[in-house]
């Protein structure tokens, strides 16, 4: 199984703070890697897909890049609605597996 | 719109089966697959598994093979997930989720709203 690790586990910031979360996988996996955000008590949204490409309807604050092992989600400027867990997922192969999340938290 | 509707939450002893329901509406039911996503209360997100809505075709998380079933009724473009053998540890929110082809790979684009399956002994 490809396992993914996301740092930080949860990270406090300020409202129009730039964000970085990071997802590592096991192993090289190509773009196949997806973003979601996640509020409480709400189902999963997705916001990226294929590394770096923008959900529709997604503001355009969310950005995703890597390849390989390594990829990044960024919040250009952190807004209210954005505070939420986010989970890195891959669909390179099966068992697709998640991170473990990103807890944003108002600081 | 795309919907994906779920049926209500259930408890359920030790033991037990249970099946939840995903009602969708706002697309073609067929040219989809459907997958199923539990989370433990406080946990992370767990893939269970999909299945190919067209083919009927399944692909199952390891740690739940023969214990869990998932199946679809075109004709009312609902997708189920049954779970058999229920322990403490299958206490959860369970989502279903429109398997999406996206750029050659997958994503999953639309979400039910979970349905909580609460085990006790």
């Known amino acids: 199984d490809i396992q993914m690790t996301q740092s930080p586990s949860s990270l406090s910031a300020s409202v129009g703070d730039r964000v970085t979360i990071t997802c590592r996988a096991s192993q090289t996996m190509s773009s196949y890697l997806n973003w979601y955000q996640q509020k409480p008590g709400k189902a999963p949204e997705l916001l990226i897909f294929?590394?770096?490409t923008l959900q529709s309807g997604v503001p355009s604050r969310f950005s995703g890049s890597g390849s390989g092992t390594d990829f990044t989600l960024t919040i250009s400027s952190l807004q209210a609605e954005d505070f939420a867990s986010y989970y890195c997922q891959q669909t390179y192969i099966t068992p697709w597996t998640f991170g473990q999340g990103t807890k944003v938290e108002i600081k | 719109q795309v919907q994906l509707i779920q049926s209500g939450a259930e408890v359920k002893k030790s033991g037990a089966s249970v099946k939840v329901s995903c009602k969708t509406s706002?697309?073609?039911?067929?040219?989809?697959?459907i997958a199923w996503v539990r989370q433990a209360p406080g946990q992370g997100l767990e893939w269970m598994g999909w299945?190919?809505?067209?083919?009927?075709?399944?692909n199952y998380a390891q740690n739940l093979q023969g214990r869990v079933t998932m199946t679809t009724d075109t004709s009312t473009s609902t997708a189920y997930m049954e779970l058999r053998s229920l322990e403490s540890d299958d206490t959860a929110v369970y989502y279903c989720?429109?398997?999406?082809?996206?750029?050659?790979?997958?994503?999953?684009?639309?979400w039910g709203q979970g349905t909580l399956v609460t085990v006790s002994s």
């Open positions: 989720a429109r398997r999406a082809v996206v750029t050659g790979s997958f994503a999953l684009d639309s």
């Open positions: 294929a590394a770096s």
């Open positions: 299945i190919i809505v067209y083919s009927g075709d399944t």
């Open positions: 706002g697309y073609t039911f067929s040219s989809y697959g």
